[in-house]
């Protein structure tokens, strides 16, 4: 009982993740001030973001300017017909002595309009592959940048690739026989495809393309068991995915013991780690 002599008001049900997520996409679009760290609604929507923290810096970048090589700033220009009004010119620097660089177009970071979401309740995809360039992706570049001999005259598949940062790292790094970086949203396949296109003079023998690869459809039957490598990061966060998208690696890999699938997920409060084992 409280000092009145009735009994304090029951808390409020959990909200669902679904409604969650809705609540920081909805914050993206309006632009509103965020509650305060310790709202509760800012705290649980925390919980079901797949953005954890700030990025780690391990491939790193810029904005490319004046001060970037005569070849950067060639690309550059070669991009400004692609660039929108929402995106950005930058550059990543490989980890390598004398390694590439790479320039790529991407979104403003939390840039979606209307139309991002109509496209992506038609295809039936998220948006998350154009919000911004996920720490993740970061750490799988680094990873496969420092160990080229894993993909070396072998066909590689990185799978919900967003801007397509790792993908290209392995092309522009690991003589690689064939780099395919796919994403289901075509809105994303057209910014890789931008960037497969103005690195093409990074990738030596490597033969690049893009892809639109939903895990929930059958695969065409060039595709089929036809790649050595699948590479993918952040990609079991949805976890009425994992069935689809554990078929759509076993479907990729080709019937090899050195056949192999690489995943880096961070680890959150929500995540399912036992549906990301290897099957």
Known sequence: ?????????????????????????????????????????????????RKRGGVFNLIPCHPVDDSDSVEVVEATLRAKDLVGPR???TRYKLPLENGPGLVM???????????????STRFDIDTTGLVCSWPSEDVLAYFCVNHPF???????????????????AIAASSDAQEVVISDGNPNVVDYIQHNISLNA???????VQSMILHWNQDLVSDVLSSFDVV?????????????????????????????????????????????????
Request: glycine letters at 4%.
């Open 231 to 279: 590479v993918a990061s952040d990609c079991t966060f949805f976890k009425q995915f994992h069935e689809s998208l554990a078929c759509t690696v076993k479907s990729l890999l080709k019937r090899s013991e050195v056949s192999e699938a690489i995943f880096l997920s961070p680890k959150r409060e929500l995540d399912v780690q036992s549906s990301s084992t290897r099957r």
């Open 150 to 168: 894993m993909f070396r005259s072998k066909r590689v598949i990185e799978l919900g690739s967003g801007y397509g940062l790792a993908g290209l």
């Open 87 to 89: 995106d950005v010119c």
């Open 105 to 119: 177009i991407q979104r403003m970071e939390d840039c979606v309009d209307l139309n991002d979401f109509e496209i």
């Open 1 to 49: 009982m409280d000092k009145g002599g009735m009994d304090a008001a029951p808390p409020p049900p959990p909200r669902s993740p679904a409604s969650l997520r809705w609540s920081i996409l909805r914050k993206s679009l309006l632009r509103r001030p965020s509650a305060a760290p310790d709202d509760p609604s800012e705290v649980n929507t925390k919980n079901v973001s």
């Open 201 to 207: 003079q990074v990738f030596g023998a490597t033969k």
